[in-house]
């Protein structure tokens, strides 16, 4: 189902709801991906883990107990359609291969437009925008974080995704 025409991907968290408008018009091959996770149920019960205040928070791969969830197969970057890494929208992390992203994602604090694609920088797949719950990312924003093994800006309390589907 869409609202007016445009998907929306849920987040019930344990700190309150998130609304993502996807645009699948500008990325659809991360938006197909992004909805498979959804819809399969693989965001319930994961947790929100790297906070930067000022930056970015990320979820989408691990759990409660720390351990990272098994992915499908990478997808094709689309960094280049036209989205940009701004305050309020959606992208795809990944590691340094360009195509390399699968589950984890990553909600824009403020305007990272270092994050675009640009002449020897491939860029992060900006993907959606959020449509409500802004409030909810920015309590998420100020959760105390440390080091949790190799990780860096880990929540010392979990925020969990309870629950994830499609409008």
Known sequence: MSVQGKKIAVFETTMGVIEIELNREKAPV????????????FYD????????????IQAGGHTPDHLEKK???????????????????????????????TSQFFINLVDNYFLNPAPGNPGYT????IVKGMD???????????????????????VVIKHAYML
């Open 45 to 56: 019960g994961t947790i929100f883990h790297r906070v930067i205040p000022g930056f970015m």
């Open 126 to 129: 900006v993907f959606g925008v």
């Open 71 to 101: 992915t499908r197969s990478p997808i094709k970057l689309e960094a280049k359609n036209g989205l940009h890494n701004v305050v309020c929208t959606i992208a795809m992390a990944r590691t340094m291969n360009p195509d390399s992203a």
């Open 30 to 41: 991360t938006v197909e991906n992004f909805e498979k996770y959804v819809n399969d149920g």
């Open 136 to 158: 909810v990312v920015k309590k998420i924003e100020k959760v105390k974080t440390g080091n949790r093994g190799q990780y860096q800006d880990w929540p010392l309390v979990d």
